[in-house]
């Protein structure tokens, strides 16, 4: 088993790949998102500009509504009252009428009436002629024309003067013929100042055309407008809308005349055939969507720029991290090395107890493979009640120490276990508790060392110390003075009989004895038997 555990290592150019693609996608979504934001939020101002218009198109077409609504009601006033008059068209009541009108209505230049062929008869205000201009482009009606308000064609009220148009209606004779017309001028340049008020911003537009699609008015004024009242021509989208059978059209298209492009709504109104159009310029309604996108496309590329920032570092802090696994790598290899060829039992647990490693010498110290081992259930780990117990109390009093402490580094425990073959072995353990970083702990770590070897010489040496220390207590001494004949040596005991000394040292002490002769005494020895033999052969000599 391996001292380290290793997780599978992805290579340099999968994890780059692997990066290059987290980052494309990730920057695409987000561009994406940006995107999409940025159109939701255009369509939104357009969608609000489309509103805007359209309720300033409906709020202008009730004014121009309301405007023609009371220059009819005094138009079918006039008519009704020459219909009363005796006089017919040209009774000086009838003048009084219009004049009266004239005055509460405010707002049209001229009232007067006209025989069938649209010849002036009478009118106000008094002493001025009807318009030269209006009068010519709206002569007569025809003898069997529409009951109802007709408007005629801007002309000029003579040469240079002022755009007008004119608002008729027909007056019957008693047999339903044609009897006449009443008619009322109203300047175009009162349109303009109501459609003036309405706000369309310094670029926008309202314009009123005709049935005929003549240019009635147009707000703002801009160089040229005077050359085109009265000019029908339009094109494009906005001719599709004129086209269109609904009575709103909404289109968004660039004006011919100044190049801005606008977003348009187009209104329809009948009796008479009218048509407001409003448009709002997107240089101005889509200012706040200008700022609002590019806020939304900086934090965009912000976010990428962040991205690709973070995507550095990552690469960083993984080439760090792959020179760290190498040399942890050769790190573990060399533990691994020494784990596996030691002989004391390196091992590891977690804070439960359940063992996470084993190191491959304990097979050489119990008998078991690491594999065997860890596959056994603890109970039958063959390990002591006292052992386990201690084991226990030591895992329990761990989880209770502040974190970072070590008590049990210099405390070994002692404990007997049983070898795989049966025999009891004495080992001593060395702890180590694991802290984390954030002080939890996470385990424990220790050597087991197989000292039944060590333990033998030692009580092998207790032994021997056992009876070296009884032998010193049973030695016998001598002590005091000893009576020792001066010629024989032999020595007197308490009771009074003589003895050999050799006889009573070893009877008195642990001595042993054993006979040899000195040099002197064996000296001597010679000489006596030297001098013997030479007396012996002196005798010989003598008999």
């Not at 555990?5 to 693609?21: D, L, Y």
């Not at 009123?208 to 160089?223: K, M």
Request: aromatic share 6%; glycine share 10%.
């Amino acid at each position: 088993m391996n001292l380290l555990t290793h997780t599978p290592r992805v290579s340099p150019s999968t994890f780059a790949k692997g990066m290059r693609a987290l980052m494309v996608g990730f920057n695409l979504l987000i561009v994406g998102l940006a995107i999409w934001e940025v159109r939701q939020s255009r369509h939104g101002h357009v969608q609000h500009a489309e509103t805007t218009t359209q309720n300033l198109a409906q709020v202008l077409e009730q004014n121009v509504n309301g405007t023609l609504r009371q220059i009819d009601l005094t138009l079918l006033s006039i008519r009704d009252q020459s219909a009363r008059s005796p006089g017919g068209l040209r009774n000086p009541g009838l003048l009084s009428l219009m004049e009266t009108q004239f005055v509460h209505l405010g707002m049209v230049d001229a009232l007067w009436v006209t025989d069938p062929e649209g010849r002036f008869l009478q009118g106000t205000p008094s002493g001025d002629p009807a318009p030269v201009g209006p009068r010519k482009a709206f002569r007569a009606l025809p003898q069997d024309g529409p009951a109802g308000l007709v408007i005629s064609p801007p002309a000029r009220d003579g040469q240079g003067g002022a755009w007008a148009i004119t608002l008729a209606r027909r007056i019957d004779g008693p047999q339903g013929a044609l009897a006449g017309t009443v008619r009322a001028t109203l300047s175009l340049e009162r349109l303009a100042q109501a459609m003036s008020k309405v706000d369309v911003g310094r670029h926008g537009t309202v314009s009123l055309r005709g049935e005929n699609l003549a240019l009635l008015s147009r707000h703002p004024h801009f160089q040229g407008l005077e050359q085109m009242i009265g000019d029908p021509r339009i094109g494009g989208d906005y001719l599709a809308a004129v086209q269109a059978s609904a009575p709103m059209v909404h289109f968004t298209a660039s004006s011919t005349l100044d190049g801005q492009r606008r977003t348009y709504t187009l209104r329809r109104i009948d009796h008479p055939r009218l048509h407001i159009l409003v448009g709002l310029a997107e240089s101005e309604y889509l200012q706040p969507w200008r700022r609002h996108a590019a806020i939304t496309l900086a934090a965009a590329a912000a976010l990428v720029t962040l991205t690709l920032a973070m995507g550095w570092l990552a690469r960083s802090a993984w080439l760090r991290q792959l020179a760290d696994q190498d040399r942890l790598a050769a790190e573990e290899a060399k533990y691994r090395l020494l784990a596996e060829n030691a002989t004391d039992v390196i091992w590891s647990m977690d804070p439960e107890g359940l063992i996470t490693y084993i190191s491959p010498s304990l097979t050489r110290q119990r008998g078991w493979t690491p594999e065997e081992f860890l596959a056994l259930s603890p109970e039958n780990r063959a390990l002591s009640k006292e052992t386990a117990k201690a084991v226990q109390e030591r895992m329990t009093a761990a989880r209770l120490l502040p974190p970072g402490t070590q008590p049990f580094e210099g405390d070994l425990l002692e404990a007997t276990v049983t070898h795989k073959d049966g025999r009891e072995l004495q080992v001593e353990a060395q702890w180590r508790i694991v802290w984390g970083e954030d002080g939890r702990l996470m385990g424990f770590q220790g050597v087991t060392r197989d000292v039944t070897e060590r333990k033998r010489l030692e009580a092998d040496r207790e032994n021997l110390i056992r009876d070296l220390t009884q032998a010193l207590t049973e030695v016998k001494q001598l002590s005091g003075m000893l009576p020792i004949c001066g010629q024989c040596k032999k020595v007197r005991d308490d009771r009074g009989y003589w003895n050999q000394i050799e006889a009573y040292l070893s009877q008195h002490t642990e001595a042993t004895f054993t006979h040899g002769v000195c040099p002197e005494c064996a000296a001597t020895f010679r000489q006596e038997m030297q001098v013997r033999r030479d007396q012996k052969g002196g005798d010989g000599g003598q008999g």
